[in-house]
C-alpha cells in the first residue's frame, strides 16, 4: 500500500542526546515536511523540502537537523540543542505545486526526554 | 501575515445533533488553498477537503459539508447528524501558493477537539 511511513512509534531520549526520526514515502511526491504538535497546539514546520538535496528552514528549525538524499527518505535529527524536544512529531508528504495539492501524513511519533 | 483561527476549543455534542466547526484565516496571497484534517485519538491527520480561493462553491460529502466565504474570510466545516466516530481534533489550515519561500506550507489552526457522545 502507498503511504508514509515513521518509526519508531514512541522514542526516548536522554538529555544530551540526539536521535533521529525516520520518515519514509513510497507515494512518489517531491515534496516533504517535518511538523512537530504540543498538547493543545496546532502543528508548526520545522523543516521543508521541495525536491531531493534541498530543504529549507521551517519556523521551529532551531535545535533539528535533516537530509535528503533520496526522494523517499526525510529523516528528522533532533539534537541536544533543541531544550525542549518532548512532542509530537508528523512527517508529511505531498506533489507540492505551489501548495495546491494536499499532504498526507504519517502516523507519528512521539518523543519523550528522560 | 498568514494566520488560522480556530476560535473553537472543545465542542461536546449528543450523538445526531449537528455541529459547526469554525475556520478564519488571514492571507496575503490572492491565490491559496484551504484545507481540513481529521486527527482521531491515533495521531495519523487524515485529509477531508481542499478548496482553493478561487472556487467558493459550498461542498457536501455525506454528512460533512463545507462553507466558504471570502467575504469574511471563513471556512466552516459542518457535521450533520454527528456520530461517536466522529470524535476526534479537526485542523483547518491553510497554504499560500505564491509567497516566496513557503510555498506548500501549511498553516495550521490550533485545531477544534470535537467529542460526540453517546
Known amino acids: 500500500d502507498g503511504g508514509i511511513t515513521q518509526s519508531p512509534k514512541y522514542l526516548f531520549r536522554k538529555e544530551g542526546q540526539n536521535v533521529t526520526l525516520s520518515c519514509e514515502q513510497n507515494l512518489n511526491h517531491d515534496a516533504m515536511y517535518w511538523y512537530r504538535q504540543d498538547p493543545g497546539q496546532g502543528l508548526r514546520l520545522i523543516y521543508y523540502s521541495q525536491i531531493v538535496n534541498d530543504f529549507q528552514k521551517g519556523d521551529i528549525a532551531e535545535g533539528y537537523s535533516v537530509s535528503r538524499e ?45 | ?80 447528524a454527528s456520530q461517536v466516530v466522529d470524535s476526534a481534533v479537526y485542523f483547518c489550515a491553510l497554504s499560500e501558493a505564491n509567497y516566496g519561500g513557503s510555498q506548500g506550507n501549511l498553516i495550521f489552526g490550533k485545531g477544534t477537539k470535537l467529542s460526540v457522545k453517546p
Open chain 1, 70 to 114: 533520496k526522494k523517499e527518505s526525510f529523516p528528522l535529527t533532533v539534537t541536544s540543542a533543541q531544550k525542549n524536544p518532548t512532542a509530537f512529531y508528523l512527517c508529511a508528504s505531498s506533489l507540492g505545486q505551489g501548495g495546491r495539492t494536499e499532504a498526507f501524513f504519517g502516523q507519528g511519533t512521539r518523543l519523550t526526554v528522560v
Open chain 2, 1 to 80: 501575515a498568514q494566520k488560522v483561527t480556530q476560535a473553537q476549543t472543545e465542542i461536546s455534542v449528543v450523538e445526531k445533533e449537528d455541529v459547526t466547526l469554525d475556520c478564519v484565516y488571514e492571507t496575503r496571497d490572492t491565490t491559496y488553498y484551504l484545507f481540513w484534517y481529521k486527527q482521531p485519538p491515533s495521531g495519523e491527520l487524515v485529509f477531508l477537503i481542499r478548496r482553493n480561493s478561487f472556487d467558493e462553491q459550498n461542498e457536501i460529502s455525506g454528512r460533512y459539508s463545507w462553507n466558504f466565504q471570502k467575504s469574511t474570510s471563513s471556512f466552516n466545516f459542518t457535521i450533520t
